[in-house]
């Protein structure tokens, strides 16, 4: 049994709970994560719903394969419309939260309504219990994590911090510390419902047909495609290879995007976190245990990932591994995403440097840096300003071209102008600006492509698009480099009928559609898949790209490619035809 | 010839056990592709080669005394 | 006589070793069902990793009164039918690596799931003298 079939329906308004049947025609047609929650938000959600209101909905959502031995299948989607950018939004959280749910008999589960108090969720199997969260609201979630735990025991917790208590729009969700759902202010979504975190146990178990069998078949291809080489790099280094990656082909955010190199890039990279390594850390059921947990100091972190080394180390001018790591904890505790907190610190850093507004803070200042996460999640002196991200702090205090976000989302941590790919990538990403979507730059700036030309582009972000989409659904983490015929014989096997490659792909493109159409309804358009005017305009001076932009006639011309190949018309609307070859 | 090479994460197996070692080519020169091919090292395990600190091609002429460095496939980011 | 040993520094807690265990042993994905249990949780102190596997101390068979459990060729082996649900072996085992079942009880028969599904063979099958 694939499915639990159940869902978990909870008004906080109200208190009440209810079980329902998931809707076996969507799970059908989304297959479960990212595609089966947004289908629920594009049914349940009025139209131009303010984000913010208590009829915003949060939705936990598992994969058919969740809490089986199957590889890589442990993550959560988080979901929710996003209140910093008021796109759709769905996040990705590792660790052993959606296997307990399972576990305890759901599916999902669908947070509606606000709670007159702070609260946090108990759910042990058919037992919910609405708890009160008054001694742990303005408490770190790395605290409420610890305090829950002494009192319910072995639970597994989604816990929000002092940024989604104050409704953040770059505030994310922690578990087990150092996972995080991260991005779009889905932690504010929590903070909005007075909802300080769900905590579960589940004793139940899922049984299939044959299962001694199937286990064997899948220790198989654990052992031979999961464990190959070409994923192993997750254990033997993780995601701070990539900064060297990122390093020689100029692709490395340095000072707000200033630069593609950065000086100190020897002191941020794989080698050096190796240097203060502890131990490798997995999510459930991974064998590739991509998680370095480090102590360096005081401080510890399992991090720092890549994205946070090149967002808060090179784009902040940091080229401290201790400052970085604790910076990195800070933020997990306090539940700030990495990519956007980087992004606004950067940003004001800038603003300072080039006498536009004074926020007393400058590249490399290591005392002012280490004190902005506090400051950002409590809205205290700057961080008031920061805290509201950087397309706000751009219409306040100026330097519009260089507010480095798409569609108010924060932008990674790859250099458009030397990888022209992940350009068009961040400009039509469901949720912003964002490298999950696709992340062409490995075949392009890291693999053989040209990075400097649009040939060929729109194309790859396309299917790259399309097939994580279906991984996102199915659920399997992105660092399995899994075909999608591999993800069609295992799910055959969980869902006991026969999925085809080509069946996926469809699934892929619906669910991207899907999250168009979404964004569509509320006002989304061509409009609004453009980069900062920084790319188009201004020439990259160091390394491998310099003398380097990507020029928005190029920008354009791509964008319209890509329009032409997904079905969308000039505007970036979804045709009629699209949407009945997609049954959408 | 020599040649300083790094291989790196899990392509170290293919290498003498230390990441980072001393390499005699029995050439006076040749190829990035020639080098891996060497080394036995399977050309669809690796993403990315750089000769000093920049990224070369699998058509990069080794001449001896370069700094080479081979990375492993990488997802996700 | 050999038996599980578990090495923490090489174990990356995705329990995998627990799914293994169950779907071989009880028929069900169910981390709590497998007769061995391995944790890696961060706390106050930092990252705690702890294993716990039946090394064969016998206390089980031991303290069995009907003789449900028994040691044959340096294995465990378990009789349900002549076993009464009394409960001793899941108390006495000071490793709480007995399953207690609604009937019966699951001991680890050294079937070696656990050691087959390590990615980080941070589990081992070795002599207990060693």
Redesign the interface.
Same mark, same amino acid.
């Given at each position: 049994m694939a499915y639990t079939g159940n869902i978990l329906r909870v008004n906080l308004s109200t208190g009440k709970a209810v079980k329902e049947k998931l809707n076996e025609n969507w799970a059908k047609d989304y297959l479960g994560g990212k595609g089966l929650a947004i289908k629920y938000l594009y049914e349940e959600l009025k139209p131009g719903l303010d984000p913010w209101s208590e009829d915003n909905k949060l939705i936990l959502m598992t994969g058919p394969l969740t809490?089986? +031995?199957a590889?890589n299948t442990g993550k959560l989607a988080v979901a929710a419309k996003s209140p910093a950018t008021g796109t759709i939004l769905d996040c990705s959280i590792g660790g052993?939260f959606a296997?307990e749910l399972k /576990?305890a008999g759901y599916d999902a589960v669908i947070i509606e309504g606000k709670a007159k108090v702070p609260v946090y969720l108990y759910l042990e199997d058919d037992q919910l219990e609405l708890r009160s969260a008054a001694g742990l609201w303005g408490k770190g979630a790395h605290e409420t994590e610890?305090s829950i735990?002494e009192t319910l025991g072995d639970v597994v917790t989604l816990a929000i911090g002092q940024a989604g208590e104050n409704l953040l729009p770059f505030a994310c969700i922690s578990s087990?510390?150092?996972r995080q759902a991260g991005r779009g202010g889905i932690g504010a979504v929590m903070g909005s419902k007075n909802l300080k975190a769900i905590s579960v146990r589940g004793?139940?178990?899922?049984?299939?047909p044959d299962?001694?069998k @199937?286990?064997m078949a899948l %220790?198989k291809i654990?052992r031979e495609d999961t464990?190959d080489?070409? %994923?192993?790099? $997750?254990?033997?280094?993780g995601?701070p290879? +990539?900064v060297?990656?990122s390093q020689?082909?100029g692709i490395l955010p340095t000072r707000n995007f200033q630069e593609g190199t950065f000086e100190g890039h020897e002191n941020v990279d794989s080698e050096a976190v190796k240097g203060v390594l502890?131990?490798?850390?997995?999510?459930?059921?991974?064998?590739? $245990?991509c998680?370095n947990?480090v102590?360096k100091g005081k401080s510890?972190v399992?991090g720092p990932e890549?994205?946070t080394l090149a967002l808060c180390s090179s784009n902040c001018g940091i080229d401290d591994l201790e400052a970085v790591i604790e910076f990195n904890r800070l933020c997990d505790d306090y539940c700030l995403d990495t990519i956007s907190a980087g992004n606004a610190v950067a940003f004001a850093m800038e603003l300072t440097e080039k006498g536009i507004h004074d926020f007393g803070i400058r590249f490399g200042d290591i005392d002012k840096y280490l004190q902005m996460p506090w400051l950002i999640s409590n809205r205290e002196g700057i961080g008031a300003e920061l805290a509201e991200g950087v397309s706000s702090m751009a219409d306040k205090f100026g330097g519009k071209d260089f507010a480095m976000h798409v569609k108010k989302l924060e932008i990674?941590?790859?250099e458009p102008r030397g990888s022209w790919s992940m350009g068009l990538a961040y400009g039509t990403s469901d949720r912003g600006a964002c490298?999950?979507r696709a992340?062409p730059?490995?075949v392009e700036a890291?693999?053989?492509l040209d990075p400097f030309t649009i040939e060929g582009k729109a194309e790859l972000v396309k299917d790259m698009q399309d097939d994580n989409s279906v991984k996102f659904s199915a659920i399997f983490?992105?660092?399995?480099?899994i075909s999608t015929g591999r993800m069609a014989e295992i799910l055959s096997i969980f869902l006991e009928r026969e999925v085809t490659a080509e069946e996926l792909t469809t699934i892929g493109e619906r669910v991207y559609n899907l999250a168009r159409l979404f964004n569509e309804r509320e006002g989304f358009t061509r409009k609004d898949d453009y980069l900062p005017r920084r790319i188009y305009d201004e020439k990259l001076t160091t390394g491998?790209t310099s003398g380097k932009n990507l020029p928005f006639e190029e920008y354009e011309k791509m964008l319209s490619e890509y329009y032409a190949l997904r079905g969308w018309d000039e505007k970036g609307i979804i045709t009629e035809a699209k949407k009945k070859a997609l049954n959408l | 010839m020599q040649i300083s090479l790094k291989l790196?994460?899990?392509?170290?197996k293919y290498g003498p056990g230390a990441e980072t070692f001393e390499y005699t080519v029995n050439a006076n020169s040749c190829t990035v592709r020639q080098l891996i091919e060497i080394m036995n090292i399977?050309p669809?395990?690796v993403?990315?080669v750089?000769v000093g600190?920049?990224?070369a091609?699998l058509d990069t002429l080794l001449e001896g005394n370069e700094e080479v460095?081979v /990375?492993?496939?990488?997802?996700?980011? | 006589m050999k038996a599980l040993f578990f090495h923490a520094?090489k174990c990356?807690?995705?329990?995998?070793c627990h799914?293994?265990c169950?779907?071989?042993n009880?028929? @069900?994905?169910?981390?709590?069902?497998a007769r061995l249990k391995i944790t890696?949780?961060?706390?106050?102190n930092?990252?705690t @990793?702890e294993g716990k596997t039946c090394d064969l101390c016998m206390s089980c068979v031991e303290s069995c009164p009907v003789d449900a459990i028994v040691e044959k060729n340096g294995r465990l082996a378990f009789d349900e039918d002549l076993c009464t649900d009394c409960g001793l072996c899941v108390d006495i085992c000071p490793h709480e690596v007995i399953v207690g079942k609604d009937r019966g009880i699951g001991v680890c028969v050294q079937c070696r799931?656990c050691v %087959?599904?390590c990615?980080?063979e941070a589990l081992t099958f070795e002599e207990v003298n060693k």
């Open positions: 809490g089986t +031995i590889p052993h296997p /576990y610890h735990a087990e510390l150092y004793t139940g178990g899922l049984k299939i299962i001694r @199937v286990s %220790n654990k464990m080489e070409e %994923n192993m790099w $997750a254990y033997t280094d995601t290879m +990539i060297e990656l020689t082909t502890r131990a490798k850390k997995a999510c459930f059921a991974c064998p590739l $245990a998680g947990y102590e510890r399992e890549y994205e990674p941590g790859y490298h999950l992340w730059a490995a890291f693999g053989d983490c992105d660092f399995w480099a491998k | 790196r994460g899990p392509l170290k399977p669809s395990s993403s990315f750089t600190d920049k990224k091609g460095t /990375y492993p496939r990488v997802a996700g980011g | 520094e990356v807690g995705c329990k995998l799914l293994a169950s779907s071989q009880e028929q @069900v994905f169910n981390p709590r069902l890696s949780c961060y706390d106050r930092g990252l @990793v799931s %087959n599904w990615p980080t």
